[in-house]
Structure formats: structure tokens, C-alpha cells
């Protein structure tokens, strides 16, 4: 079993930057896949970044390459999202995900992943 606290959330105007972590408890966290995903009101949860056990590869959606940087620390048992040049359309509820893989394999659709966090709310005001 495997806890999720997702923190850094928050109301930001657009273009500015906002930082979110995710703390996990339980099992060994470094043999993990991690992932973002975030859900907007109205529309389905849609994966942002996903990093491999190791943090050697990661993944983006084309709409935050560039912007988001996904990284985690296997000592602190946290993954990190960094979100910078922010823009209205990044407003959703963020929550972090976890999945046991073999290999460097990181899932792209949630129901791949099975914990999950509570979420955390990113407003970016225009």
C-alpha cells in the first residue's frame, strides 16, 4: 500500500510559477512509476508528466513541454512538479499517481496507475 500527499497547490496569476509536491508513505517508493494528472471541471482526468522509478526518463503531454518539469527524490520519498510560464487553461485539480512497473516503464493513462493522492487545486488567473 502506498500514500499520497499532494501539497504547493494554489491560486497564481498567468505566468507565474508554482511548485507542487507529493509525499508518499508505504512500500518501497523507489520502485514506483510516478505520474501528474490533472482534471479540469467538466472534462476527463488527462495525464501532464510521469517520471520511471529511477527519475532517468520522464514524459510530458504536449501541452506542458517546456513549461512543466517533472523530478522526484528517492532519499525524501517525493516526486515534484514544477510549473512554470502558467496560463489560465492549466487551472485543474492536480493529483499524483503511483504505479509498481518493471523496468523504466512509465503509464500515460490513469487507469494504469493504482494510488493515488487527494489532489491539490492550481488556479491561474488571467
Known amino acids: 500500500q502506498v500514500q499520497l500527499v499532494e501539497s504547493g497547490g494554489g491560486l497564481v496569476q498567468a505566468g507565474g510559477s508554482l511548485r507542487l509536491s507529493c509525499a508518499a508513505s508505504?512500500?518501497?517508493?523507489?520502485?514506483?512509476?510516478m505520474a501528474w494528472f490533472r482534471q479540469a471541471p467538466g472534462k476527463e482526468r488527462e495525464f501532464v508528466a510521469g517520471i520511471s522509478w529511477s527519475g532517468g526518463r520522464t514524459y510530458y503531454a504536449d501541452s506542458v513541454k517546456g513549461r512543466f518539469t517533472i523530478s522526484r527524490d528517492n532519499a525524501k520519498n517525493t516526486v515534484y512538479l514544477q510549473m512554470n510560464s502558467l496560463k489560465p487553461e492549466d487551472t485543474a485539480v492536480y493529483y499524483c499517481?503511483?504505479?509498481?512497473?518493471?523496468?523504466?516503464?512509465?503509464?500515460?493513462?490513469?487507469?494504469?496507475?493504482?494510488?493515488w493522492g487527494q489532489g491539490t487545486q492550481v488556479t491561474v488567473s488571467s
Open positions: 508505504g512500500r518501497t517508493f523507489s520502485t514506483y512509476a
Open positions: 499517481a503511483a504505479d509498481w512497473v518493471v523496468g523504466v516503464a512509465v503509464p500515460t493513462t490513469a487507469a494504469a496507475y493504482d494510488y
